[in-house]
């Protein structure tokens, strides 16, 4: 089946930087849709980024000029890079993969039939 692990959060003070890293395995992963989702504590989850085969990127308005998604195929790894964090960028952050597209990546959760574990992102001011 398919595996997908993130890595890279921690904790970080307003205007830091992170990086993000979903190391896939499983399926072939330069061929399909790969996203960033988020989920703060009683909020729902919610996408911040995907990703085509091809590496064209969409990003949610929240976050648009700060982070930029990115991926390596012959390294099956896809990484997020975050820059000038805000307390509201605070969540657990999913890597998923949606392997019945390729192009045209979609923005609902629905799309996305495999997950990460998480991994926290904490941002203080």
């Known amino acids: 089946q398919v595996q997908l692990v993130e890595s890279g959060g921690g904790s970080v003070q307003a205007g830091g930087s992170l990086r993000l890293s979903c190391a896939a395995s499983?399926?072939?992963?330069?061929?399909?849709?790969m996203g960033w989702f988020r989920q703060a504590p009683d909020k729902e989850r919610a996408i911040v980024s995907a990703?085509?085969?091809?590496?064209?990127?969409i990003y949610a308005e929240s976050v648009k000029g700060r982070f930029t998604i990115s991926r390596d195929n012959a390294d099956n790894t896809l990484y997020l890079q975050m820059n000038s964090l805000k307390p509201e960028d605070t969540a657990m952050y999913y890597c998923?993969?949606?392997?019945?597209?390729?192009?045209?990546?979609?923005?609902?959760?629905?799309?996305?039939?495999?997950w990460g574990q998480g991994t926290q992102v904490t941002v203080s001011s």
């Open positions: 990703i085509t085969s091809d590496g064209g990127g």
């Open positions: 499983g399926y072939t992963y330069n061929r399909y849709c």
């Open positions: 998923a993969a949606d392997t019945t597209r390729s192009f045209a990546c979609l923005w609902g959760t629905s799309s996305y039939k495999y």
